[in-house]
């Protein structure tokens, strides 16, 4: 295409700067620095909440975080302590636990 001007805006990406962190996808959060700058720092989103394996319900007391957080939460935080907590919802759980008993 020899000769033909390029339609549209033409967009400058600065050294230094990733591409894909540009989108609305991502948080924008002002951090200032120690030297006085102000700087962009770009967050990402929450993941789904954690659904049931058996019926899909959203499971209560499981936290939505990246897993950078969840490595640092405590396990008693991380899911519920009954039997196969952060697994299956309550109601399945109580009617997995009679099949077992009954059998």
Do not use: Q
Not at 7 to 20: A, D, Q, T, V
Not at 43 to 54: G, I, T
């Amino acid at each position: 295409m020899v000769g033909k001007k390029s339609k549209g805006k033409s967009r400058i990406l600065r050294k230094g700067e990733p591409r894909k962190l540009k989108s609305k996808t991502f948080k924008r959060v002002f951090v200032r620095t120690p030297g006085g700058r102000t700087v962009v720092h770009f967050k990402k989103r929450k993941p789904n909440k954690a659904r049931c394996a058996r019926c899909g319900k959203m499971l209560h007391g499981v936290p939505r975080e990246r897993p950078y957080k969840m490595r640092n939460m405590a396990k008693t935080k991380k899911r519920p302590t009954r039997p196969f907590g952060g697994y299956y919802c309550g109601a399945c759980m109580r009617e997995i636990i009679k099949e077992k008993v009954r059998t």
